[in-house]
């Protein structure tokens, strides 16, 4: 079990001056403290607009002050929001490498969506995209950490040209990821993505275990698709605390910032009107919270096993008995981190220090003897499944040299791309693009360690057909650079020539014919089996090229854009 | 005389395991000494995939590291790359913020348009357009800083619905604002911008006098209109150093890093063609240094006075006596700030390190005295045109309560807007944009503290003729809401009625006409005075609202919308 401190910085009206200042400064303070004391990470959400409820707005800034006032706790955030609109994935990988080097090393990439009205309308995301969005940056932003450079992306999501993206982060091939699961089914989507789970659903820990449990079974199946170059075998549960040895004082100094934290929560994810800068959502707080369920006089000290969210958000507020016996009870049902709020609506900022000193003393030995034990053992029982599941993440790509920065091409290209083409068939884009993802992925795993000959016989000429098909319809005509004429391809077999295929690309769509080409402007010969294997993304055309497998003749300069103006992710 | 650090933090090639991090913690600590020691600043860039150049993608992340480890020293972004493409300006008015927080109020806001190819191309950004994006977007964060909530925007760079941007910087109204000149002639727009003038093109301290002169001419004068809510008059120039009681050591420790840096800057900011990730800058410039210009063997310890770039780049790299009378000369020319760039080339650590402390004992000292005097006798002597130039800013808008987060409307406005009407006449959007700019502006000033009868003589019914024309031609259909019908504005004169006009809402555009509505769906009874002043950005209609001074008729709900659906830049 690790335990964790957890950040929205938050700041309940009336706003006096001076208050923001003192909050980000008494938040360094206690990590400070946490540090000290042996908590293992710190995390801190990315939240814009959140009034009151979240003042942590730009946490790549705190985190980084937080990196020199502490010796080894994690810095984690909890989440970076990944939507092309709201942080440039570029940005991203350059904000969470550059922690990574302040910090020797000591960051936790959470990830996630967006989720609220005050967010996605704020920064123009739609609602039904942002999955495909967080899919989509995920890929790109672990590619920007390994490629040398980063092949270039083209998605409906965003575009960008082949850059280096520096610098690299310390940690290798990247820092652990996680997402954040607002809702409890988030948790499989993690699992299938073989990343960590942050969960922010308060779950009883008798219920956790059956989360946990399914976890753990599809982190060990097929159905994990690595998300990055590294899995993260993790679940972590948020909680809000405060501790005393007297209960009642405990439930006095932090009953009100819990239930500030569930009510505050509930409003920016439901559906309460909110007026910028007018709402105050502490007074509606106030005047509410019994009606809400979060009833002050409801929570009475009686010395019983903390239930977390039965009769009202009370989380691990209570004395040290009671919340190690709460931790004891996630501890069993498999849970591999507790992180806790303590800075929450109200709460003093030296009721929130004496708890920390106070967790230190009396809730952390319980728990640290033969961890790194466990926790090598579990290591050791995944690493098959986990060696299994990168192996069906695609691979990092290879530019192959003589690409050259070319800023009029690349900024039309941007221009044409991505957004602009987007509103209209926002749906269908998406739908195509999950499609050919899939299709992608699948591909590649029966491509995947074969030899030529399997290869071959089960992609013979009416295969091929399909898949010839399938890349002129898959055709973007504002990725061709103008280019209009014909492509060959000559598949050969054991070196001979087998089948020929010719794709005529027009203005505004393209068609692929069986047999050679007229006037080809590019001929491509290759052997069927690399060729298949190119398609999927199981082998590198540079490489092919170097090794003299792959042969071009005509326009070489057309070459690198084939993948993209067929729909690829990158002009190889 | 202020003196300051400046860090590009660059890596030539070839590269090693761990260098990245070597770079940043050594860098870190060479920080820690310059705050010991008595620098003013440090300078940190904002660069993107410019490798070996600079590594500095994410300055907001290591300045916050800076900040916990330093006490007194100002923490500059030289700069931050305004184009929305890049940073999205709600996540600059964060970041900045939060580094406010974290520091204590010792952030310096530095900004620019981005240069290179690399960068522009890498995010799409549009050359043309990248001086209109700086203007946009300063003028947006800067609101974002002081407003409550931030009313909106709506331009053809960028589109966000009101928000309150949060948290709000320490320094108020916000941190001191400044502008990367890399050529010369950017110093007067610097001034016109009523911002400090970061100087990267290396200019003999003789020549920097005129230069100086004509900025704090123009500061002083009608053209200065601030491009925040506080004007910052200050010159930096930026100069490589090593500093060694020996020249010829100081020479040997330091002229390969100032070649190099001059060397990588024409790489980038010139014609050269790059490979990402495969060009070697250090290779090349190796090769043709000498060629360049940079030849080492043509610098040669003569213990005569500095030249900045007489005979190849050599800045400020010598004795201390040299160097001290380097920066007396840019005293006298009226320079406020010397930047010096220590962390170049292969310069080392130590040899940084060393610098720094030689310079605290041996030149800091020379120039300390009255200094704090010369500043104070600056300011006062500016005061009165300072506050001058505020009063033609554009003042903070208030949003006027009622307005509710709409994510639906808001996502759809968003995604309708911006990019995707941006590239089929980017252009003359843009000649149009900057044209209203210019005429809101000079129509402020016109309107700006003057009695209803001098607004009135000017606007006589002939002037209010080609303003409703104007509106009518700025409808935006896609902030209408679906509105289509009647507009009626009655014009009263001392409380009397005047003037009607009626502007016919359609599905396309808006047409503009004298007389009363047949059938208005509002009607706004308002003084003519007051009426140009809303216009003109003088007077907010919430206050007149609830002074009785703007009565509405019909459906009030549309109110609001009316900025915005005329091209307005927030829908009050």
């Not at 010796?71 to 939507?83: A, C, F, M």
């Not at 609602?127 to 790109?140: L, V």
């Not at 909680?239 to 004082?249: C, G, I, K, Q």
């Not at 650079?481 to 598949?491: A, Y």
Request: proline fraction near 7%.
């Amino acid at each position: 079990m690790r335990f964790s401190l957890f950040y929205e910085h938050q700041l309940p009206r009336p706003w006096a001056d001076g208050q923001e200042l003192r909050l980000y400064q008494d938040a360094l303070e206690q990590v400070e403290i946490a540090d000290r004391i042996g908590f293992d990470y710190v995390w801190e959400v990315e939240h814009h607009f959140l009034e009151e409820y979240s003042h942590s707005s730009a946490p790549e800034v705190f985190l980084a002050a937080a990196s020199q006032r502490t010796k080894r706790i994690r810095l984690g955030h909890g989440i970076v929001q990944l939507p092309p609109a709201i942080n440039h994935p570029a940005r991203i990988a350059e904000r969470i490498a550059t922690l990574d080097l302040v910090s020797n090393g000591r960051v936790d990439f959470g990830t996630g969506e967006a989720s609220s009205s005050a967010e996605l309308g704020g920064f123009g995301v739609r609602r039904t995209d942002k999955r495909a969005q967080w899919q989509d940056a995920i890929d790109a932003v672990t590619r920007m950490f390994v490629e040398e450079p980063f092949a270039g992306w083209s998605s409906p999501h965003f575009r960008m040209p082949p850059r280096n993206v520096i610098p690299k982060p310390v940690q290798k091939p990247h820092p652990p990821l996680w997402v954040a699961c607002s809702r409890r089914e988030t948790i499989h989507f993690a699992a299938r993505n073989g990343i960590g789970a942050l969960s922010f659903s308060f779950v009883e820990p008798e219920d956790a275990g059956r989360w946990v449990d399914e976890y753990y079974r599809i982190i060990a199946s097929d159905e994990c698709v690595p998300a990055g170059f590294a899995v993260n075998p993790n679940v972590t549960v948020v909680l809000p605390m405060m501790l005393h040895e007297d209960e009642a004082t405990a439930i006095d100094r932090g009953i009100d910032g819990a239930h500030f934290f569930g009510f505050a929560l509930a409003h920016y994810y439901g559906t309460t009107p909110h007026d910028p800068g007018r709402t105050d959502v502490w007074r509606e707080f106030e005047e509410r919270r019994a009606a809400r369920g979060f009833d002050r006089d409801q929570i009475i000290a009686n010395a019983e096993a903390l239930n977390v969210n039965v009769g009202s958000l009370r989380g691990a507020v209570g004395t040290p008995d009671q919340v190690a016996d709460l931790i004891r009870r996630y501890e069993s049902a498999g849970v591999d981190q507790v992180s806790f709020v303590l800075q929450a609506g109200p709460n003093r900022h030296e009721h929130i220090c004496e708890s920390l000193e106070l967790f230190g003393k009396a809730i952390l030995p319980r728990f640290t003897e033969g961890r790194e034990e466990r926790e090598a053992a579990k290591a050791e029982r995944l690493a098959p499944a986990i060696e299994a599941a990168l192996a069906r993440r695609r691979p990092a790509r290879t530019l192959p040299p003589g690409y050259r920065i070319d800023e009029d091409a690349e900024v039309s290209r941007a221009l044409r791309g991505s957004r602009s083409s987007r509103p209209r068939r926002p749906l269908r884009d998406e739908v195509r693009a999950a499609g050919r993802k899939r299709a992608a992925q699948g591909f590649y795993r029966l491509v995947h360690g074969r030899s030529d000959a399997q290869i071959e016989r089960r992609f013979g000429p009416g295969a091929q057909r399909v898949l010839f098909a399938g890349m002129a319809r898959a055709y973007d005509p504002s990725a061709s650079g103008g280019f209009r004429g014909e492509l060959e391809f000559r598949l050969t077999r054991d070196g001979r020539p087998a089948t020929a295929w010719t794709v005529e690309v027009g203005d505004r769509r393209a068609r692929a014919k069986p047999g050679r080409a007229d006037d080809a402007a590019l001929t491509l010969i290759v052997g069927a089996a690399d060729f298949l294997r190119i398609l999927a993304g199981d082998a590198n055309p540079a490489s092919l090229l170097m090794d003299g497998r792959l042969k071009l003749r005509g326009d070489f300069e057309l070459a690198p854009r084939l993948s993209e103006m067929f729909g690829g992710p990158s002009p190889y």
